[in-house]
């Protein structure tokens, strides 16, 4: 049935609003519910006795004042499976959007939008150079880069990588080099840059706590250039072949050399940690892969 024949349960609220690209459905629903002063629950289940025989897309459409097609093309709910999964190379979570997006697309400051993002690849707002990636838990606490130029083209090489090496070396490099780093910092390894950019984004010299995100955008240079060296087939084997294992850690300590000796108990830790990083990211490669491969045959398999 066609929405206008459809008066009784669903009607056009007053105030019409355009949902966000990549916005989820929740967050649609809440900032239409706001813009027209009713509680969420009420555009839901409009009545308690009438069902409505629309489907969730043309509930949503006659709501919302906007054509099937707007609602289709901007909530991934209805758009391809690579949005719809949890895991894997294209995985995709709720984050909020870059505030600054969403100020210029709604022209209210003050709105809250939580969208569809790749959980390993999307850490910067490249044009508003704005940090929205790893331990942001609401829009304010996105950080501004302007002062971190590096940051900002950090994320500019990790899209390139993605290009080149595809999304299951990527998210598999970006996933285990994180790791690594962070274990390094426990275990005494020093960077100068990673300290500075750490001292330019606390205020009044407030000590950061390891859960903030200033503690991840601080070292997102050096995880990205991690990761172009270990999603390098030629590297990555170096990596896992012991008689030439030399080379890759010389590599490693060229691209990004210690600044202070790791202490004796770490130091053998270092190295094992090298190769086990080049193995996690090799399986979890080929494990990408046999999914993929499994996928596909599955769909033929389902195809008439």
Known sequence: MSPEFEPIVFRPLPRPLKP???ETESSFLNRLAT?????????????????????PIDQLSVLSG????T???????????????SQGPLA????????????????NPQQDVMVWMSKHHDQVCIPHRLWIGRAVENPARQLDLTDL?????????????????GPATIAACYEHCSAFWHSLFQRGYRLSDRAERLRRMSSNDRQIRPW????????????VEAMSLYASPHWRSLALFGDRFELFRAEFNRRLPQESAL????????????????????????????KAIVADHQHEASTP
């Not at 906007?66 to 097609?69: N, S, V």
């Not at 130029?149 to 090496?165: G, M, T």
């Open 149 to 165: 130029p590096e940051v900002v083209q950090a994320q500019r090489r990790h899209y390139r990588l993605l290009r080149r090496r």
């Open 71 to 85: 609602i289709e093309y901007a909530i991934p709910r209805w758009k391809t499976q690579q949005w719809n999964v």
């Open 20 to 22: 966000f690209p990549q």
């Open 212 to 223: 903030e995100p200033q503690r991840y955008a601080a070292v997102y240079p050096e995880i």
């Open 263 to 290: 202490r004796t108990t770490a130091r053998q830790w270092f190295l094992t940690e090298l190769i086990r990083t080049a193995l996690r990211i090799e399986r979890s490669i080929e494990a990408a892969e046999l």
């Open 35 to 55: 813009a027209n002063a009713l509680p969420v629950q009420r555009l839901q289940q409009p009545s308690r006795w009438l069902t409505s025989r629309l489907d």
């Open 92 to 107: 995709a979570t709720p984050r909020w959007a870059c505030r600054r997006c969403v100020a210029r697309r709604t022209g």
């Open 66 to 69: 906007q054509p099937r097609a």
